[in-house]
């Protein structure tokens, strides 16, 4: 599919700037050589669309024998999608899926009412030294969806939309944006998109979502003369019309948004919820422990061990 330039706005002036409603610089967590960062949730904005949580993970470089053992652990009401730029990441959850994930791809997990999952480098992984940076994000569940059963979903990197021309290559991961659609069902309006940008290329927002917002991966870009670089991310005013421009070394950017949300979610550990009396029944059922009969299930293939609750 080729890039429609007709779509191209042109670069916001003067008072356009203002259609920046916020910037968001992520907070660093060092987890042990491997370093996260984390846009979302902030103080200055709980959700973009339904995204509700969005991490950058590494980049980090893992020698002979040493990776990631993120043991299974618990999720309600909400959906996680994983997206990989560089190595691969071993999915298994409680409803038996295994599922190696691979630059390109896009990976989602509907949560629902419960599900488990653990994500390792393990096995061949471990083989060699290798190098592991990838995108983490959550988008809430509507209010009428919130219970529904747990489900996978994954497409391939060549089954994704790629879009180019006037120096940009644009990958969708998830929803629609710019008249192409992945073929994946969504619990709510999405988009979600990768884009490299050769320097000084230009790439509008797609203006049919409400909320829109682009996080920077590497490089650089101007809007309305305003230079914003990698590890920052920017929420737009709805209903404006607004395109960034990549800098003199070009950029890579992650292109996020949808719908707005029906109302705040609360957040304890890796819970979503619309209300506090959701998160304590999963609270008790995860401390409970009754893999055999409760709402949550372990892993099959990786039920050894799981991540105890937070006493808070």
């Given at each position: 599919?080729?890039?429609?330039?007709?779509?191209?706005?042109?670069?916001?002036?003067?008072?356009?700037?203002d259609?920046?409603?916020?910037?968001?610089?992520?907070?660093?967590?060092?987890?042990?050589?491997?370093?996260?960062?984390?846009?979302?949730?902030?103080?200055?904005?709980?959700?973009?669309?339904?995204?509700?949580?969005?991490?950058?993970?590494?980049?980090?470089?893992?020698?002979?024998?040493?990776?990631i053992?993120?043991?299974?652990?618990?999720?309600?009401?909400?959906?996680?999608?994983?997206?990989?730029?560089?190595g691969?990441?071993?999915?298994?959850?409680?409803?038996?899926?295994?599922?190696?994930?691979?630059?390109?791809?896009?990976?989602?997990?509907?949560?629902?009412?419960?599900?488990?999952?653990?994500?390792?480098?393990?096995?061949?992984?471990?083989?060699?030294?290798?190098?592991?940076?990838?995108?983490?994000?959550?988008?809430?569940?509507?209010?009428?969806?919130?219970?529904?059963?747990?489900?996978?979903?994954?497409?391939?990197?060549?089954?994704?939309?790629?879009?180019?021309?006037?120096?940009?290559?644009?990958?969708?991961?998830?929803?629609?944006?710019?008249?192409?659609r992945?073929?994946?069902?969504?619990?709510?309006?999405?988009?979600?998109?990768?884009?490299?940008?050769?320097?000084?290329?230009?790439?509008p927002?797609?203006?049919?979502?409400?909320?829109?917002?682009?996080?920077?991966?590497?490089?650089?870009?101007?809007?309305?003369?305003?230079?914003?670089?990698?590890?920052?991310?920017?929420?737009?005013?709805?209903?404006?019309?607004?395109?960034l421009?990549?800098?003199?070394?070009?950029?890579?950017?992650?292109?996020?948004?949808?719908?707005?949300?029906?109302?705040?979610?609360?957040?304890?550990?890796?819970?979503?919820?619309?209300?506090?009396?959701?998160?304590?029944?999963?609270?008790?059922?995860?401390?409970?422990?009754?893999?055999?009969?409760?709402?949550?299930?372990?892993?099959?293939?990786?039920?050894?061990?799981?991540?105890?609750?937070?006493?808070?």
């Amino acid at each position: 599919m080729s890039w429609n330039p007709a779509l191209d706005p042109s670069i916001p002036i003067g008072d356009a700037v203002d259609s920046i409603a916020t910037v968001i610089v992520p907070r660093a967590r060092d987890l042990g050589g491997f370093e996260v960062r984390r846009a979302l949730p902030a103080p200055q904005r709980q959700m973009v669309g339904p995204f509700i949580f969005f991490d950058q993970m590494g980049p980090a470089e893992f020698l002979t024998g040493q990776g990631i053992d993120v043991r299974p652990h618990p999720h309600i009401g909400l959906a996680t999608v994983t997206y990989l730029l560089r190595g691969k990441m071993h999915h298994r959850d409680s409803l038996g899926t295994d599922q190696w994930i691979e630059p390109g791809a896009m990976n989602l997990m509907l949560a629902g009412h419960g599900i488990t999952h653990s994500e390792r480098t393990d096995g061949p992984m471990r083989a060699a030294p290798y190098g592991l940076f990838g995108l983490q994000t959550w988008l809430a569940l509507p209010k009428d969806q919130e219970d529904d059963p747990a489900a996978f979903r994954h497409a391939a990197a060549e089954a994704l939309p790629e879009l180019e021309g006037e120096g940009k290559t644009v990958r969708l991961i998830l929803g629609t944006a710019w008249g192409a659609r992945v073929d994946v069902p969504t619990p709510s309006e999405v988009f979600y998109a990768d884009a490299t940008l050769a320097p000084r290329a230009a790439i509008p927002l797609p203006d049919e979502h409400e909320d829109r917002g682009v996080y920077v991966l590497s490089g650089a870009v101007t809007v309305a003369g305003q230079t914003f670089p990698a590890g920052q991310m920017l929420v737009f005013r709805p209903g404006d019309r607004v395109s960034l421009k990549a800098g003199e070394d070009g950029a890579r950017i992650m292109l996020l948004g949808g719908a707005t949300m029906d109302g705040p979610r609360h957040i304890w550990w890796n819970f979503v919820a619309s209300s506090k009396e959701r998160i304590d029944a999963a609270k008790e059922a995860w401390r409970a422990g009754d893999w055999a009969h409760g709402r949550f299930r372990l892993p099959p293939g990786d039920d050894g061990e799981f991540i105890p609750a937070p006493e808070r």
